[in-house]
């Protein structure tokens, strides 16, 4: 059973930083993709990046390019989303999510494992 745990939302004003972690346990994943997604009130979730484990290929959204950083720490293994230069409408709640499925890491249906959801505001 694998279990994500999300951590680092809160309330920043436009122009912050927010750095957001994802904690992971259960099983070993170094095979495996972590995303991130975002769901703003009365909006569908969307992908914001993800990290390929192996190898460490990163990929964002054009929305967030230049502005957010994936990165990881093996051996906690744990990922980290570091948001700068945070907009109003990047206030949402952020998922991390675990797939094997290294074409699908854009997709929100390759996803099997979600985190609960931590909470960004961004004040303007």
């Known amino acids: 059973q694998v279990q994500l745990v999300e951590s680092g939302g809160g309330l920043v004003q436009a122009g912050g930083s927010l750095r957001l972690s994802c904690a992971a346990s259960?099983?070993?994943?170094?095979?495996?993709?972590m995303g991130w997604f975002r769901q703003a009130p009365g909006k569908e979730r969307e992908f914001v990046g993800a990290i390929i484990w192996s190898g460490g290929s990163i990929y964002y959204a054009d929305s967030v390019k230049g502005r957010f950083t994936i990165s990881r720490d093996n051996a906690k293994n744990t990922v980290y989303l570091q948001m700068n230069s945070l907009k109003p409408e990047d206030t949402a709640v952020y998922y991390c999510a675990l797939t094997k499925d290294p074409y699908g890491y854009s997709r929100l249906s390759a996803y099997n494992y979600w985190g609960q959801g931590t909470q960004v505001t961004v004040s303007s």
């Open positions: 259960g099983r070993a994943f170094s095979s495996q993709v």
